[in-house]
């Protein structure tokens, strides 16, 4: 008798733990399903959200990202490589960053992740959490795939690829 009682506590037991574990899933803010990467034209026209587009252009193969309400993200980027020019086909050794902008009106605040190298293949993978933090409401985000170093002021330069946001129900 006694271990059946042990058996339906212990049943019990995993039964709330498991119960209470889904309760703790931190929920999607947006999902990205594909890339796009820059064809820089030398206007303004190719800034997204106040970030200039890079001085060559670059192509993607495949670009999935997960970013959740409390700020951390998950990117797993694809074949980022020059579009053009002497070093077409293969990257050279560039790190990246993952840039989200929620606001989509000026002043935009350019939420990133720390640096990751690219493969000699263009492919990368960020496992982060977005600093600044994120708004209380982020309805129209952008991600950017950035250079982690250039002349911008949060010291980033570029973006190579931009993700396509994934609209239906996470």
Do not use: H, Y
């Amino acid at each position: 008798m006694k271990s059946i009682i042990a058996g339906v506590t212990f049943a019990a037991a995993l039964l709330g733990s498991s119960v209470v574990g889904a309760q703790s899933v931190v929920p999607n803010l947006a999902k990205f399903d594909g890339g796009i990467g820059v064809i820089p034209t030398g206007s303004g026209n190719t800034a997204v959200r106040g970030v200039p587009a890079a001085g060559q252009i670059w192509v993607i193969d495949d670009l999935r990202a997960t970013v959740k309400v409390d700020g951390r993200i998950r990117v797993n980027g694809r074949g980022l490589i020059f579009g053009a020019g002497n070093n077409v086909g293969r990257a050279t050794g560039q790190n990246v960053i993952a840039t989200l902008i929620c606001e989509t009106a000026a002043p935009f605040v350019r939420r990133n992740t720390g640096a990751v190298p690219l493969a000699d293949n263009g492919d990368f993978r960020i496992n982060d959490v977005l600093t600044p933090g994120l708004p209380a409401i982020c309805d129209d985000p952008r991600l950017l795939i950035r250079n982690a170093s250039g002349d911008e002021p949060d010291g980033a330069g570029g973006w190579f690829a931009a993700g396509i946001t994934k609209f239906e129900a996470f």
